[in-house]
């Protein structure tokens, strides 16, 4: 197969992880698309020459809009800030490039809606691609645990919590969008759809616990001290609410960037009328499983995600052995180069980066009504 001309728009952290998984995909998905990394574009002075060199870029640029449309680019990996995405997205689907874009794509659903055009677009809610998730999926689909009655997924971190914490794009209202809700509160809404179904309406709250941070004074790539003048923290650190699910399930998420003594704190329990599943993205090769016929003392077992669960078998021989987070993203970038081969979608995609961010708006405007919200569809 030919490889597939691929650019890196934006080259922090994210960028960076999106490049290694293309590194990595031929290593344990031999038979996927081919890929050549053309170009990496970043307007940071220095970041994207030092990317190029380091990851193996054919060139640099500052300018992301040299790429657009350049005829050596096939797809587009857009780890930009949230307020870029819908120029960025909207650009590269005009002219026909595929897009692997990360979350929350934009900073509302219209946002999303506008990235129009005859192209894959592959979305990074890498959280639903655990083997172990793929499991709890099944299970719930083949009725093992009874009718899901009520579920609590939670995502807190404490990446945020620190004061001195630097006042980045991401505390900006016009650059970050809502804060914590698109931030954690994406991932959070894609994995409770993803197991349980569609959001029928919801109630939610939220707070901002650290009103003031400084500002920074260089460009920042991660969650570094601030050293500036102190500026005003204009969305979200924390969010709680209460979903009725389509099915009749209700469903309690909460998340916080702010969280003391939780890192990375992800995960889910979700009660059945005959069981009930447990999940910690922390041992995401785990799920906690209580089934039987007594309905009262019922033990949980742990089962271990093996080489028949999900895409497990392309990393690992034999349950038990743990997988990691990059792993997620090169799952996430082979069904991405996947779908741009068959031209048929794999994983995540656009359509469900929309209904997130629907239901993200709706909590919002839950917040401002004080009422229940039904998300548009």
């Known amino acids: ?43 940071v002075p220095g970041r994207a020459e030092a990317a190029a060199q380091r990851y193996g870029f054919g060139e640099s640029t500052p300018d992301w809009r040299s790429l657009v449309g350049d005829p050596r680019v096939g797809a587009v990996s857009i780890t930009a800030p949230n307020f870029l995405h819908r120029e960025m997205g909207s650009a590269f689907a005009a002219a026909g490039q595929h897009i692997w874009i990360e979350k929350p794509v934009g900073l509302t659903a ?23 998730v793929e499991k709890a999926r099944e299970l719930i689909a083949a009725g093992g645990i009874g009718s899901v009655t009520h579920a609590r997924f939670r995502f807190l971190s404490d990446y945020a919590a620190h004061p001195d914490g630097a006042l980045s ?47 920074p004074t260089a460009a920042t790539a991660g969650h570094e001290r601030g050293s500036g003048e102190p500026g005003p923290v204009e969305n979200d650190d924390y969010f709680g609410s209460l979903l009725r699910m389509a099915s009749g399930a209700r469903v309690m998420l909460d998340c916080s960037r702010v969280a003391v003594g939780e890192q990375n704190s992800y995960g889910f329990e979700i009660h059945g009328t005959r069981g009930a599943l447990f999940w910690d993205f922390r041992r995401m090769g785990e799920l906690g499983v209580s089934t039987g016929s007594s309905y009262q003392d019922e033990p949980v077992r742990t089962l271990f995600a093996g080489p028949l669960d999900g895409d497990f078998g392309a990393f690992q021989p034999g349950a038990g052995i743990p997988m990691g987070y990059d792993d997620l993203k090169v799952i996430e970038a082979a069904r991405f180069l996947r779908s741009v081969s068959e031209l048929t979608p794999y994983g995540a995609n656009l359509v469900d980066a929309i209904r997130a961010a629907s239901v993200l708006d709706a909590m919002e405007q839950s917040v401002v009504t004080g009422g229940w919200v039904t998300p548009s569809r």
């Open 110 to 132: 219209d946002d999303a809606r506008a990235i129009v055009g005859d192209v894959q677009v592959a979305v990074g809610f890498n959280y639903r691609n655990a083997p172990a």
């Open 169 to 215: 794009w991401r505390f900006e209202r016009a650059r970050g969008g809502n804060g914590v809700l698109g931030d954690l509160g994406a991932h959070g809404v894609d994995l409770i759809r993803y197991l349980l179904g569609e959001i029928d309406s919801l109630v939610a709250d939220t707070a901002t616990f650290i009103p003031e941070r400084p500002r």
């Open 1 to 43: 197969m030919e490889a597939l001309g691929v650019a890196v728009v934006g080259f922090g952290w994210m960028g960076r992880v999106h490049a290694q998984a293309y590194a990595r995909v031929p290593h344990h998905f031999p038979d996927i698309l081919p890929v050549r990394l053309v170009s990496v574009a970043d307007d």
